[in-house]
């Protein structure tokens, strides 16, 4: 059947894998009727969505984050829409404050949207909100109960905090020391606090006048746990100015900054989140949802990657 779909399209308007839509197309056997039909279908759809490629979809975005994974999540839905055979525009907002976040989403009701991927946290206002919208919802991160969202997408906060609290410790072995929390905050915290109650957990922000001032004062710090995605090299030159070292350091997103200090063990581990396929799951689900694309709409809740200064992806800058 001759068709000018890349198999991964095709895998993704079927929710087949790759594979299986690589042996169906050219014929290999050992698949089931049902599943060749489902791939059939799978790029008439295709073939239809070709036909009417002047529709536009508009996904609105909204985030209450810092401004840096704000970035992050833009920079993963603009390679990921680039690979969906479908037009999608994107909005996205940010809020730093919890104030504007119900403002925000409130926006979204008012604006012509086809649907929302939104991180927030779980409360009964943000839930209201967003049942208000009348458009598919998409949860990133943080969820909101199933009957407010079609589906969710991303890693746990708690047990992100929790796993990080477990490298720290690990690290540590037998040995006595506190631990420095910079920008810690809701869940990621009290997931990481969970693991540790017996260290002395010293909280502070990622600023160099007051975190070097801390560090005066706290001859025992011994370990370091970024909660938020940016500023490490700051936090690392702040020791070195201090002339202190540390014997752990465990933070959190892969961006230059954080591969550069991997790179030269001057962080110890990252933890890791694919915003790419959570951001490709999130568009799928709420394209399907419009029926523009074929097949099941799903949550896909992922897991937090461990990087190490020998596992650094090689394509990661």
């Known amino acids: 059947m001759k068709h000018p779909y890349r198999i991964r399209e095709i895998a993704a308007a079927a929710g087949l894998s790759q594979a299986t839509v690589d042996r169906v197309l050219h014929n290999r ?18 073939d239809r969505q070709q036909s009417q490629s002047g529709r536009t979809f508009v996904v609105d975005v909204v985030l209450s984050t810092s401004r840096a994974y704000g970035a992050a999540v833009r920079a993963a839905l603009d390679a990921e829409l680039a690979e969906v055979p479908v037009t999608v525009r994107p909005r996205l907002a940010v809020t730093t404050e919890p104030a ?26 943000v839930a ?21 969202r079609i589906a969710h997408v ?6 992100s905090g929790a796993a990080a609290a477990y490298l720290v410790e690990r690290f540590f072995a037998e040995r006595a020391g506190d631990v420095l929390l910079i920008n ?47 500023g490490n090299e700051a936090i690392v030159a702040a020791f070195a100015e201090e002339r202190r070292n540390y014997d752990v350091f465990v933070a959190h997103g892969l961006d230059e900054e954080n591969v550069a200090l991997l790179r030269t063990h001057r962080i110890s581990a990252v933890l890791h989140q694919d915003l790419r396929a959570d951001m490709r799951n999130a568009c799928l689900a709420i394209l399907r949802a419009q029926g523009a694309l074929p097949g099941p709409i799903r949550s896909h809740p992922s897991a937090v990657q461990v990087i190490t200064p020998y596992n650094v992806p090689p394509a990661a800058f």
């Open 29 to 46: 056997g050992g698949v089931r009727e049902s599943t060749v039909r489902q791939v059939h279908q799978a790029i008439a759809e295709l």
């Open 100 to 125: 504007d976040l119900v403002q925000a989403l409130d926006r979204v009701g008012r604006s012509r949207s086809h649907g929302l991927i939104v991180l927030a946290p779980p409360t009964d206002e």
């Open 128 to 148: 209201d909100a967003v049942a208000r919208l009348g458009v598919p919802v998409v949860t990133l991160n943080a969820d909101l109960p199933a009957g407010k």
């Open 154 to 159: 991303g890693v746990d906060y708690f047990d």
């Open 184 to 230: 810690g905050r809701g869940e990621r915290e009290d997931g990481f606090r969970s693991v540790l109650p017996a260290r002395r957990i010293i909280t502070a922000g990622p600023e160099p006048g007051p975190l070097r001032a801390i560090l005066g004062r706290n001859p025992s710090i011994r370990a370091v746990y970024s909660a938020d995605t940016c």
